[in-house]
């Protein structure tokens, strides 16, 4: 746990050096041979006897935590006081805030936005529940739901666990898209239980991300929900993947010069993740998809107890093939893994056509990494930020939501997520086009506002919407 946290990050030692006994140098010497940078250093405090300094280092080596830790343990009067990891110092306390828009500096402001003048208002929302939009935050909030049993690729971590990935969801929701986002981590993985919880919270929201709910539970927790909910409740480990991924693999068939039609597809990892990326490839023409899971192919030879996968069987691999991922990719143009890390070989992207494209998504260990096969690949897509080609939610959720929200919609339907991705894929232009650069970066402004225009405009045109934003 320590090492993975660690390694090839930035961490901060606090180094108390007895005056007497030895000299700075010594303890920045013994960090370099362990392995560390020393990229900064500040005074914390300084008397007669000793001095205590932070420094900030950065790892050259793997395992070099560790080696610093028990070199400077081994030094006469250089005593490490502690060490962080810079990822945990940031998370001291949690990463977010509630603040009021207006502060309350008298009596006056005092009887308006508390009791007795704002019992007008709760009035006015009683008679008329549409204005909880206009009067309250609900316009702008939506909940990020998680019950902690699908987090990342690190599993069943439950609720406690989880909410670091739900408070940074919160960040990116506000960071890109001045959404309001809340992480609710729910103490309980029962269906129902989940169903009624989101229900009762509904009101102080205009949406509702599910994120990290493990399949089957979350195909039937989101479908009651949007059956029994009018906001938009949006499985992000689903819809947002898949609308991501649509984007890159339009940018993706373009470059290699394919149409999605005549495309062979391999997704495996039929979960949440790889059952909407094939509902979205089939909505937007796909004709030849192979899903495979740790039984292997997916065949309607078959009966599954799992109803998607009973589901899956009957509306793909028309050929009926039988087998295991080798067997699927054989002959494939396009392999898409949302499944587990390092299950791809070279061999198996050799065994398919000629330029295939690969996007092995599993975080934070892709299917393949991209050096042991660029060398055969037309495009290579993973979920990782340190590669080129990032496939990741969060480049559809923040303008998503925005559009939802401001359209007020009531839903998150087909047509809007299908804008969602052609408005992420328009992002880059055809000079700009390249097997390095199929989807934009998360970082690159247009991708939220060119989102939010193309879903307000489809939740108007598919009639969801139950405001016309002007601009
Ligand atoms: N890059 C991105 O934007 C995203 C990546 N992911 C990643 O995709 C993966 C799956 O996520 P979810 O669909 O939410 O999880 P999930 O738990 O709903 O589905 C994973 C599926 O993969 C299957 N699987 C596991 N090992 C396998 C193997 N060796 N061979 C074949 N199938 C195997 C499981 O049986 C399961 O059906 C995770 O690593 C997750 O982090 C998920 C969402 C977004
Ligand atoms: C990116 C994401 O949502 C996941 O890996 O679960
Ligand atoms: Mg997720």
Redesign the pocket.
């Given at each position: 746990m320590k090492e993975r946290s660690m390694d090839g990050k930035t961490i901060i030692l606090r180094v108390e050096i007895d005056i007497q006994q030895a000299q700075f140098g010594k303890a920045a010497t013994a960090i370099e041979t362990a392995g560390g940078d020393i990229i900064a250093i500040d005074v914390i405090h300084t008397d007669k006897t000793k001095t205590i300094r932070d420094l900030t280092v950065k790892m050259t080596e793997a395992g070099a935590a560790d080696r610093i830790s028990s070199a400077l343990g081994t030094l006469p009067g250089i005593r490490l006081q502690h060490i962080s990891d810079r990822t945990f110092l940031l998370h001291l306390g949690g990463k977010i805030t509630v603040q009021p828009k207006t502060p309350i500096q008298n009596r006056d402001d005092l009887s308006r936005v508390y009791t007795p003048d704002v019992a007008r208002v709760c009035q006015a929302i009683e008679q008329d529940p549409s204005k909880a939009f206009t009067l309250t935050i609900k316009r702008n909030t939506v909940a990020v739901v998680s019950d902690g049993s699908?987090v990342?690729?690190l599993?069943n971590i439950g609720p406690y666990a989880a909410m670091p990935v739900m408070e940074g969801k919160a960040m990116l929701f506000k960071q890109f898209a001045d959404v309001d986002a809340f992480p609710i981590c729910l103490d309980t993985q029962d269906t129902e239980q989940i169903i009624q919880a989101v229900k009762q919270l509904a009101p102080g929201f205009g949406g509702i991300n599910l994120e990290?709910i493990?399949?089957p539970r979350?195909f039937e927790i989101e479908r009651r929900l949007r059956e029994e909910l009018d906001i938009p409740v949006f499985h992000?480990?689903?819809h947002?993947?898949a609308v991501?991924?649509f984007a890159a693999m339009l940018n993706a068939l373009k470059l290699t010069g394919r149409n999605i039609a005549g495309t062979r597809f391999v997704i495996?990892?039929?979960?949440?993740?790889?059952?909407a990326c094939t509902k979205m490839l089939l909505a937007g023409g796909a004709k030849h998809i192979i899903g495979?899971?740790?039984e292997g192919i997916l065949t309607a030879d078959r009966h599954y107890d799992n109803g998607m996968w009973q589901w899956y069987a009957e509306h793909t691999n028309a050929e009926k093939k039988a087998g295991h991922?080798a067997e699927a990719l054989a002959g494939a143009d396009v392999f898409i893994?949302?499944?587990?890390?390092g299950?791809l070989t070279r061999a198996h992207v050799e065994s398919m056509n000629a330029e295939p494209i690969v996007f092995a998504?599993?975080?934070?260990?892709p299917e393949i990494r991209p050096e042991l096969v660029e060398d055969i690949v037309a495009v290579f897509a993973?979920?990782r930020s340190d590669y080129p080609n990032?496939?990741?939610?969060?480049l559809c959720f923040p303008g998503i939501f925005r559009g939802a929200l401001d359209s007020r919609a009531t839903t998150v339907n087909e047509e809007m997520k299908l804008a969602a991705a052609e408005a992420i894929a328009s992002v880059i232009s055809d000079e700009e086009r390249s097997p390095m650069y199929i989807i934009p970066s998360v970082f690159n402004a247009k991708v939220v506002e060119e989102v939010r225009k193309r879903v307000i405009q489809a939740a108007i045109d598919s009639g969801v919407a139950r405001r016309h934003p002007r601009e």
């Open positions: 699908a990342l690729g599993g990290d493990s399949a979350c992000d480990d689903q947002g993947t991501v991924l495996c990892g039929i979960g949440a993740a790889g059952t495979v899971d740790r991922l893994g949302v499944s587990a890390g299950i998504m599993a975080n934070p260990e993973t979920g990032q496939i990741n939610n969060v």
